[in-house]
């Protein structure tokens, strides 16, 4: 499946929206998106992976590098990860530097 | 019955690799959850190969058979011998990640994604199968089962 990585701003939130598989070809994609984000300046940034269906080891290094990046009070939040998505993050142990959401910051 | 398919050893194969993989989850069936597992396992070694493996060009050969209990993959590749089997685990995943290195972690996802990993070399080839467990439902006792017949 294509994977899209759609930025937007939401006042001082930026907010990242991905879909599809996120894999080998595709995280380079992710990646520029996630340095505009960054270079945004934002005061958190959301990453709406409701629609997305797979991530592998590549998107984590990206994850990394954006926390490493990131101002330590500036969170990393996950919104809407899927099962197979939200095992890897913690298999890897990542999700202790992020936080995990049911639904984007603002939304009723 | 096996499945097999070769292609070159670039990340322009990686979608057909991909279909390969679906298509052996889908035949066996697989839940969601598992068929994830098997994806992530041959994203991973191939990933691996392709970025590492070959300085000239070179071929990937991908087999794979749906069996009553358990599906696998196997990855077969004449690079430089690599045995991921060997490979530690990353030694920082308990560190938060602002203290952490980025890379290391696609072989680590491979192993722990999958029920079995195992790796041979022979005839100056790499041969790294992977198997996943297939979910076999409860037989009804009241229908007679015959196994599949070997071969």
């Not at chain 2, 749906?66 to 991921?84: E, K, L, Q, S």
């Not at chain 2, 041969?127 to 071969?151: A, K, N, Y």
Request: charged share 25%; proline share 8%.
């Amino acid at each position: 499946m294509t994977f899209t990585a759609d930025l937007c701003h939401e006042d001082r939130t930026a907010v990242l929206t991905l879909t599809g598989d996120l894999d080998t070809p595709s995280a380079q994609v992710f990646q520029d998106q996630m340095q505009r984000a960054i270079n945004g300046q934002p005061d958190r940034l959301v990453l709406d992976l409701t629609a997305l269906r797979h991530l592998t080891s590549a998107a984590v290094r990206v994850l990394v590098v954006a926390r490493q990046k990131l101002a330590d009070e500036v969170p990393i939040i996950l919104v809407g990860a899927q099962t197979g998505v939200e095992r890897t993050i913690r298999l890897i142990g990542i999700d202790r530097s992020l936080v995990f959401s049911d639904a984007r910051p603002g939304d009723r | 019955m096996t499945q097999r398919m070769r292609v070159p050893a670039t990340v322009d194969s990686f979608h057909d690799v991909i279909q390969f993989v679906h298509a052996l989850a889908s035949e066996a069936n697989l839940a969601d959850d598992l068929a994830h597992r098997l994806r992530l396992a041959t994203d991973e070694l191939v990933t691996n190969v392709l970025t590492h493996g070959y300085a000239l060009p070179g071929e990937l050969e991908l087999e794979g058979a749906v069996d009553p209990d358990r599906v696998w993959v196997r990855i077969v590749d004449t690079a430089v011998p690599f045995d991921p089997t060997l490979v530690p685990d990353p030694p920082d995943l308990d560190r938060p990640l602002s203290e952490r290195a980025p890379g290391g972690l696609g072989l680590f996802l491979a192993r722990t994604a999958v029920d079995d990993l195992s790796y041979r070399r022979c005839r100056g080839r790499n041969i790294t199968t992977i198997t996943v467990r297939r979910e076999v439902p409860d037989l009804d006792p009241s229908v007679p089962h015959h196994p599949p017949r070997p071969g």
